[in-house]
C-alpha cells in the first residue's frame, strides 16, 4: 500500500465545495495556475507522470468516499 501526503487526506477527507485546484495532491501552485490559465487541459500543463497519479488516486478515492 502506497503512503498518502496530508495534502491528499485532507481532500479526500472532507466534501470538494469550492476548494482550488491547488487542494489536490500532486498540484502545487504553479502547476495549479497553468491549468486553470489553460482551461484545466492537463496535456498542455506539463504534468510530469508522478504528479498526475497522485492527483488521480486522490479524485479517485474522493469520488469513491463521496460518489
Same mark, same amino acid.
Given at each position: 500500500m502506497? $503512503?498518502? $501526503?496530508?495534502k491528499h487526506r485532507d481532500f479526500v477527507g #472532507? /466534501?470538494?465545495?469550492?476548494? /482550488?485546484? &491547488?487542494s489536490l495532491s500532486g498540484i502545487g501552485d504553479i502547476l495549479g &495556475? =497553468?491549468? #486553470?490559465?489553460q482551461d484545466f487541459d492537463t496535456d498542455e500543463s506539463g504534468a510530469n =507522470?508522478?504528479?498526475t497519479g497522485s492527483c488521480a488516486q486522490c479524485l479517485q478515492e474522493w469520488c469513491s468516499a463521496f460518489l
Open positions: 502506497s $503512503s498518502t $501526503s496530508q #472532507e /466534501p470538494m465545495g469550492d476548494k /482550488p485546484v &491547488t &495556475t =497553468k491549468l #486553470e490559465q =507522470k508522478r504528479q
